[in-house]
Nanobody
Framework: QVQLVESGGGLVQPGGSLRLSCATSGSSFSIYVIGWYRQAPGKQRELVAQITPAGSTNYAASAKGRFTISRDNAKKTMYLQMNSLKPEDTGVYYC??????WGQGIQVTVSP
């Protein structure tokens, strides 16, 4: 069964940086639009960033200029570099790896 495994979350101070990784065991990783979603406490899950197989990217307005999504198809891994983090970036971040394929989620907390 294909799995997605996220890593790199944690607690960081405002203005700090984190790099999330999402690794998959699947063989179809490279053909899908994949991305990162975030669910803040009491809110619905929302798109943070996505990347096409060709490398085109799309970001939520709140992430533009601070976050960078990338993928390494050979390593079957996706990344989210998050800089200048704000308290409102706090939430559980989910990796989306294609139709019906989600990671288990990883906590990111931005707090003094």
């Amino acid at each position: 069964q294909v799995q997605l495994v996220e890593s790199g979350g944690g607690l960081v101070q405002p203005g700090g940086s984190l790099r999330l990784s999402c690794a998959t065991s699947g063989s179809s990783f490279s053909i899908y639009v994949i991305g990162w979603y975030r669910q803040a406490p009491g809110k619905q899950r929302e798109l943070v960033a996505q990347i096409t197989p060709a490398g085109s990217t799309n970001y939520a307005a709140s992430a533009k200029g601070r976050f960078t999504i990338s993928r390494d198809n050979a390593k079957k891994t996706m990344y989210l570099q998050m800089n200048s983090l704000k308290p409102e970036d706090t939430g559980v971040y989910y990796c989306y790896g294609g139709p019906g394929l989600w990671g288990q989620g990883i906590q990111v907390t931005v707090s003094p």
